[in-house]
């Protein structure tokens, strides 16, 4: 697979630190998102990818490193923050609200609201929520027949499949994905990554979290390995052999 | 792949997922119905006590017309506190002191109208020439020191961290003490009876009481917020998960402030309903309007785990210890039996809530 060419970034991040307690999860990792490009981010358990990635959406904050969207380097208060610059998350527990419906969890944060004298008290627009939530499950193959059922009521999958909805919905800059398709059928799983595909064409910055190295390398431009709590390498994800990426991850040395 | 292909080979090995599966079928009988459904199951506990006091009280005194509005009226104060209790209950909060904030807020306010009201002298001959002055200020004074305790509430709890369990309970104990504080423990006299005459004894079109008319009005108003606003929207999506509402970007500790404010204000205006029923403060009063409050939400079908919440059942829920305390003073029994039974009531129905939950999860 060739990677999207194109020397712009959307997102580096540069000597990220964080420390849990005496814990030390990030070590100075570093990682360049670009537009269009799937980049695949993969490491053994607790290598520090979701840290790496909460820090870059908002969700955390670094003890030092710094951050920079489109070259400009910004300091992520919140998630909020980073819905304002474009990137959406799908966090590996999902962060759905569970007692909500389909329609108001993919809303949630960006409700719908109505114009004029009911704009002034928020009224939701559910209609369009509800016209808009089922195109975007319908990309991904999701055919919804009672939006307004709990998320509680889902099965892991379709939860998984609304999370991963959810932010490619609404991402502009970039979408980070911490392992979008654990629950998901081969089936499910393929049309994921066929939409990820086609929101890298669009020029969305992709990252994605994933454990599933062989089809890591099938689907993403690039590939990027975490080890104890530092982004090794960055490889081309065509021409780098499933071995060498695990033997880097275990810690092996592999000639590049 | 492309797309199309992924999608056409998910549809050929039949993998479209689909959201929202036909209902379970619903099992035969109305218990099984009655466990499903918390607004038949409330409704059911009120026809009964409604059918049972009707029966045995004299001449079915209880079920006319007249003894229903009072019913209402009675239940007026406890639906303000129980509507904003539905919103704190809804975000997985809760509130402790709105009993005791009610006597505070209702201190400060019989103070500013007597204040206001004339000279010590005109008051206590029961003359007040600027009436229409006191009892504005009187409002705006109830309200906002309700408003302020929630305030209170709300930044402790967000800013600190606290839970709110706690904080209320250690505010309700702080105003409380500094109503008695501020009355020696005795109510604020001269009271204007215009008060009750012009609200709380007085009737809409000669009918409906009007403290039961605007609780209802608040009521529907709130009922609309929490099913159609954004605003009803985050408050349940804070209860059932906090941390997904903060990842969607939500405010959290603003709006949970606010929802604090909101609880105080309306205790604020139970506040003046106070003084306006009695055309008096009750300071010694209010020990059970937190029992009252809570067990009616709880009971309407707001689960206190969050994120599921009911005005319309808080509503009826409010009705339960009223009528119950009615009753009981019909048929000259103490009416003291009615904390028994709400506790009881209460405690079932956070059991059947989590047992609703366990079953789901
Ligand atoms: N909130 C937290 N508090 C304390 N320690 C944490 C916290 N979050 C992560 N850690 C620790 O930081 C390290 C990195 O965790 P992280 O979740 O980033 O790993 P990961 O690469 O995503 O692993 P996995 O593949 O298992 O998801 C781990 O040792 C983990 O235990
Ligand atoms: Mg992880």
């Known amino acids: 697979m060739t990677a999207v060419p194109g020397s712009e970034v959307a997102i580096r991040a540069t000597g990220i630190v964080k420390h849990f307690g005496h814990l030390e999860a990030l070590r100075g990792a570093d990682l360049v998102l670009r537009p269009g490009q799937i980049l695949a981010l993969v490491g053994d358990n607790g290598a520090g990818k979701s840290t790496l990635t909460k820090i870059i959406c908002g969700a955390l904050a670094p003890d030092d490193g710094e951050l920079r969207f489109w070259d400009e380097p910004v300091r992520v208060q919140s998630t909020r923050h980073a819905h304002e610059l474009g990137v959406y998350t799908v966090y590996q527990d999902l962060a759905l609200a569970p007692d909500l419906s389909v329609a108001d969890n993919l809303f949630l944060g960006r409700e719908a609201i109505a114009g004029g004298w009911q704009g002034w008290f928020g009224v939701l627009e559910r209609g369009a929520m509800h016209v808009e939530t089922r195109a975007a499950l319908g990309r991904l193959g999701i055919n919804v027949r009672n939006l307004n059922v709990p998320v509680r009521n889902l099965s892991g999958g379709q939860r998984q499949a609304l999370a991963v909805a959810r932010a490619i919905n609404w991402a502009t800059t970039a979408v980070l994905m911490d392992e979008p398709t654990a629950a998901l059928g081969p089936m499910q799983s393929a049309i994921v990554y066929e939409t990820v595909k086609a929101a890298a064409a669009r020029g969305l910055a992709v990252l994605v979290i994933s454990h599933d190295i062989p089809r890591m390398l099938s689907v993403a431009h690039r590939i990027a390995v975490m080890r104890h709590g530092r982004v090794i390498t960055e490889l081309d994800a065509g021409a780098v052999k499933l071995a060498d990426v695990i033997g880097l991850m275990l810690g092996e040395e592999v000639a590049a | ?361």
């Open chain 2, 1 to 361: 792949m492309t797309r199309e292909e992924a999608l056409e080979i998910a549809a050929a090995a039949g993998a479209e997922e689909t959201i929202g599966a036909p209902e379970p079928e619903i099992r035969e009988g109305w218990l099984a119905l009655a466990r499903g459904s918390t607004a038949f199951w409330i409704g059911a506990v009120i026809v009964a006590i409604a059918i049972l006091f009707g029966l045995v009280s004299p001449n079915n005194v209880f079920v006319k017309a007249d003894n229903l509005l009072t019913i209402g009226l009675n239940a007026s104060q406890i639906m303000l506190l129980a509507i904003g209790m539905t919103f704190l209950i809804g975000a997985a909060q809760l509130d402790l002191s709105i009993g005791f904030s009610l006597i505070l807020a209702s201190v400060l306010s019989a103070k500013t109208i007597v204040a206001l009201g004339g000279t010590t002298e005109q008051v206590a001959r029961g003359e007040y020439p600027n009436l229409a002055l006191a009892v504005t200020a009187g409002i705006v004074v109830a309200i906002g020191a309700g408003a302020g305790i929630g305030l209170l509430n709300g930044l402790l709890v967000t800013r600190l961290r606290l839970n709110s369990f706690i904080v209320t309970l250690a505010t309700s104990g702080i105003a409380y003490g500094v109503a008695l504080i501020l009355t020696s423990a005795a109510n604020v006299p001269f009271v204007p009876d215009q008060l009750q005459s012009g609200f709380g004894a007085a009737k809409f079109l000669g009918v409906i009481p009007y403290p039961l008319v605007v609780a209802l009005v608040v009521a529907g108003f709130f009922w609309w917020v929490l099913r159609r606003t954004r605003f009803g929207l985050r408050t349940l999506a804070i209860g059932s998960s906090r941390e997904a509402a903060i990842r969607a970007g939500i405010d959290v500790d603003a709006h949970l402030v606010k929802l604090f404010v909101l609880m105080g204000a309306l205790v604020g205006v139970a506040a003046v309903f106070d003084l306006a029923r009695n055309a008096s403060t009750n300071v010694v009063g209010h020990q059970s309007d937190n029992l009252a409050a809570i067990a009616a939400v709880v009971i309407g079908g707001t689960s206190l785990f969050g994120g599921i919440a009911s005005v319309g059942g808080s509503l009826l829920g409010t009705l339960i210890p009223v009528m119950l305390g009615n009753g009981l003073v019909i048929m000259r029994v103490e009416p003291f039996y009615q904390f028994v039974a709400v506790g009881v009531i209460l405690i079932l129905a956070v059991y059947f809530d989590q047992r609703r939950r366990e079953r789901s999860s």
